[in-house]
Structure formats: C-alpha cells, structure tokens
C-alpha cells in the first residue's frame, strides 16, 4: 500500500511494505502499480482483439463474449446517461469497468508471488490509492467535459442555482465525487487481499478458497459501482442538476 499521493513537505506521507519505485528525471514511478496495470490492459487488449478478428455474422466463443461485454457496458451507460446522449460514453464507461474489473480479479485469481521483483509484490492495480485516485480524477475531468459541451461555460451556472447561498456546498459536492469514488475502491480492494493474505497464513488448505470465490463476486460489483456511479455523473452534467434524463 502506498498513500504518497498525499505527501507534502508539511504532510505525513504513509507507507506499508516495500515498494518498487523508477526514478524518471525528476519523477518518480511506482513500478509495481504500472506492470500489473499494463497486464491488466494487456489481457483486455488481448481478448478484445482475438474477439473482434474475424467477425462472424452467428457470433460465437471470445466474438460472443466481446458482445455480451459491450451489450452490458452500453446498458450501464443507456441508463445512466439517457437514451440520447449515451453513445459517446460507451468507451469510457466500457474501459474504466473493464480496466477495474480486470484489475481486482487478478488480485485474486494470480499468483503474484511466482513473478519476483527487486523489491515488493505485485497486486492488484486497484489495492493502491494512486490508481483509484487517477481513475476518480479522470471521471472528475469527464464530468467537466460533458457538462462543457453540452452547454459551454453556462455550465458553471449550476453552482449558484438556485441561490449564490449554495455556491459552496455545489463546489464542494464535485470535489467530494472522485474522493468518495476512490476511497471506496481503494478501501475495499485493499481489505479483500489483507483478509486474503491473513487467511492464506491462518489456515492454509480450506478456508480461503469460498473467501476468495466470495470476493471474486464483490470485486465485480465494485467494478459495477465504480462504472455506474461515473456514468451517473456525466448523466448528471449533461442534464444538469435536477435534470432526469438519465434515469428514463
């Protein structure tokens, strides 16, 4: 676990384990969070491409699960977003559910331990603060976006709706969104492989096979969560506060 994306020089920066870290000029990279996400996109590109090779008209193996793949995010995104504007937000929905669902299976279906590193562990992606912070950030920037598009800078009129009084309380309810977004992510994740680990230690053989069945099945609905409540969101921009297209 890492939480230096809050370290400041006047802030207490917290860290758990040993991490591996890629000095790039001035930056520096957690490296174990980038390879296990590039496995993560690697093993989504993968599939997609072999699905979508040779399309045939009776679709069938990887073509068919492709297809009930995106026939499930186009549905996330049709409810949330509204009949009318939900076509341009199918990718992104689509690869943030993906990415994440992706990303907390392997933290329980691989066996990490078998891929050693110069310092640390792989997990997965989303047991790391940064990741889900990154990922709420961008559903942040894609709320401005949709809101910005579909009515320009008359958009930023929704903070002093319907009073000038509310203009805190609106502002501090779009930073609120990519914190709670994050957290929960991050919290739950982290929790599931912590229980894991301490099972696998516990009791080595039984037990923690159904546990790890059990959070095969939340870490779907945390992919769920985290998808719909974005695609929420930009429902929400794109009609404004109050508005209820997106929930027809």
Known sequence: MNLSFFSHPFLAELEVGHHLYWHLGKFTVHGQVLIASWIAIALILTVVVLGTRQLQREPGGLQNFVEYALEFVQGIA?????????????????????????????GNLFPWKLIPLPEGELASPTNDINTTAGLALLTSVMYFVAGISKRGLSYFRKYIEPTPILLPINVLEDFTKPLSLSFRLF?????????IAVLVLLVPLFIPVPVMILFLFTGAIQALIFSTLSAAYIGEALEGHGGGEHHD
């Open 78 to 106: 049709r409810a949330q977003i509204g009949e009318k504007n939900y076509r341009p937000w199918v990718p992104y929905v689509g690869t943030l559910f993906l990415f994440i669902f992706v990303s907390n299976w392997m």
């Open 187 to 195: 919290g739950n994740i982290l929790a599931e492989e912590l229980v």
